[in-house]
């Protein structure tokens, strides 16, 4: 090889490293698009909102909140998969976009591993079972029997096909044996709204978005979906104590960026969100909303992701739920 040539070689080694930081410093520059795969008024709303405020301030940058619903999460995921990959369009998606919607549907528009690149898993909580004061069921074991003796007359609602509560709820049908038909919404809060008029009867809820409704007694809740209580809920029980042993079924929530963002800039949003979940006022937030701050590498966020696939591979098999 010529000297030029070899001389040209080694200057575009060494600059490389250089770029990579001079990425990294310059990042971000404009504002950075927080998508949600849901409509606004919905449980993660709150956890996202206050997030962004945060990141807003330590970044320097604003970080826009923008929601994007419908297909149980499959359009704004799609979205972020095909954006370009430079760190200013990420997401948080939940358990249903990541680790469930694969197992439900033939085809979706996007790849949960594939197309996106893992930033941190920020938090997991549980669903709240709850429904509306007519309905006269005050425990698990009272919503059993009702449903039971009027198969197929009690409805409930989810934030969409596929979501969370979705797979929750036909879970809980599964392993009681009931029949309590299925309203999807196009996101949480419609789901709220109806579920608050009497329109349906039963809701797995996060307690962010229910637990007003709860205290003021336009719902009732009577277990969490979780295999433990929260700590900020310890008075109700888990649907397990309540009369389904071995009922397990929660929400957790993913930072992803598309597939193909640098990894310095990967590296920066990670910093930013663990130090953002050591925030005591953005973790006591959290913890009394019933959700426990978790925080991982991008590594780890991948295997987990990967690891819940498999997981819910085989509830959605077993609950025989398919949407086509």
Not at 35 to 64: C, F, H, K, N, W
Not at 183 to 200: F, N, R
Not at 227 to 235: C, D, L, Y
Request: aromatic share 6%; net charge positive.
């Amino acid at each position: 090889m010529p000297r030029t040539a070899c001389l040209v070689v080694v200057s575009l080694v060494l600059a490389m490293p250089c770029q990579a930081q001079d990425r990294a410093v310059a990042y971000p520059g404009k504002p950075v698009r927080l998508v949600l795969p849901y409509p606004p008024g919905g449980g993660t709303d709150t956890i996202a909102r206050p997030l962004a405020q945060r990141l807003s301030e330590s970044m320097g940058q604003q970080v826009l909140v923008d929601n994007r619903g419908g297909g149980g999460g499959s359009i704004g995921m799609e979205h972020v998969a095909k954006s370009p990959a430079d760190g200013y369009t990420i997401v948080l998606a939940l358990t249903a976009q990541l680790a469930v919607n694969v197992s439900l549907y033939k085809k979706l528009p996007y790849d949960p591993v594939r197309d996106y690149a893992p930033i941190t898993l920020l938090a997991q909580g549980p669903y709240v079972l709850v429904v509306h004061p007519s309905v006269p069921a005050a425990s698990v074991k009272e919503l059993i029997a009702l449903a039971r003796k009027r198969p197929g007359e009690l409805t409930y609602a989810s934030s969409g096909n596929g979501s969370g509560g979705h797979l929750a709820a036909e879970l809980f049908n599964n392993m009681t044996n009931v029949k309590i038909l299925h309203v999807p919404y196009k996101g949480g809060g419609p789901a709220l709204i109806d579920l608050i008029s009497g329109q349906v009867q039963v809701l797995f809820a996060t307690w962010a978005s229910g637990r007003g409704h709860i205290q003021s007694g336009r719902m009732r809740a009577l277990a969490v979906s979780t295999a433990k209580r929260p700590a900020a809920i310890p008075n109700l029980p888990t649907v397990a104590e309540a009369g389904v042993p071995g009922y397990d079924s929660g929400v957790w929530y993913a930072l992803l960026a598309p597939a193909a963002t640098p990894r310095e800039i990967v590296d920066r949003l990670n910093r930013e969100l663990l130090a953002a979940l050591k925030r005591p006022d953005y973790t006591k937030m959290l913890v009394e909303a019933a959700i426990d701050p978790v925080g991982s590498t991008p590594e780890e966020l991948g295997d987990f992701i990967r690891s819940e696939i498999a997981k819910w591979a085989k509830v959605v098999k077993a609950a025989n739920v398919r949407l086509d």
